[in-house]
């Protein structure tokens, strides 16, 4: 499952990061790393972006970002 269909207040772990170049390093350097544990925190009124919490910190991702990071649920 990608970050964008996970559940609210929902715990997962991140299993993979996709992307190509530049896109790839983005997420990793803003610590989507795999098995690092977020949860979907809020999601915009129209449902695009997501704000996700990680590693202590709120992340705020458009959905087309987030359909690049595969998480299983705990």
Do not use: W
Request: proline share 8%; charged share 25%.
């Amino acid at each position: 499952m990608t970050l964008d269909k996970l559940p609210l207040q929902t715990p997962a772990v991140i299993t993979k990061v996709g992307g190509q170049g530049p896109l790839r390093l983005r997420l990793l350097d803003m610590g989507l790393i795999p098995r690092t544990e977020v949860v979907v925190h809020k999601i915009a009124p129209m449902g695009d972006p997501i704000e996700i919490r990680l590693r202590g910190y709120s992340l705020t991702l458009r959905l087309e970002d987030a359909r690049n990071v595969e998480a299983q649920l705990l």
